[in-house]
């Protein structure tokens, strides 16, 4: 059974940090793009980012970019996204998902598992 479980939303003010983790089990993701997307309230999901598990290469949103960072663990199918000077405009659910080689890493209907997500929110 695919698990794909995220941890650290919290309520943080603007300026702030945060390490978002992802922990995926169940198969192999080494074909994988494991990535991270959002949706506030009202709004459709957005992709944030996402990381090829072989070869490590990595994609942002344009609205992350510098400021927010993917990474992974080998050790196991981890990925964190390391979340910094938070905005207002970050606040909402953020999810981990897996799709298998997406042609279009920034299409969700290309990825394949979703976790439940956690809730992010910024205050200003």
């Known amino acids: 059974q695919v698990r794909l479980v995220e941890s650290g939303g919290a309520v943080v003010q603007a300026g702030a940090s945060l390490r978002l983790t992802c922990a995926a089990s169940?198969?192999?993701?080494?074909?994988?793009?494991l990535g991270w997307f959002r949706q506030a309230p009202g709004k459709e999901r957005e992709f944030v980012s996402t990381?090829?598990?072989?070869?490590?290469?990595?994609y942002y949103a344009d609205s992350v970019k510098g400021r927010f960072t993917i990474s992974r663990d080998n050790a196991d199918y981890t990925v964190y996204l390391q979340m910094n000077n938070l905005k207002p405009g970050d606040t909402a659910i953020y999810y981990c998902a897996a799709g298998a080689g997406p042609r279009n890493w920034r299409d969700k209907d290309e990825y394949d598992y979703w976790g439940q997500g956690t809730q992010v929110t910024v205050s200003s």
């Open positions: 169940g198969r192999s993701f080494d074909f994988y793009a």
């Open positions: 990381i090829y598990w072989s070869g490590g290469n990595t």
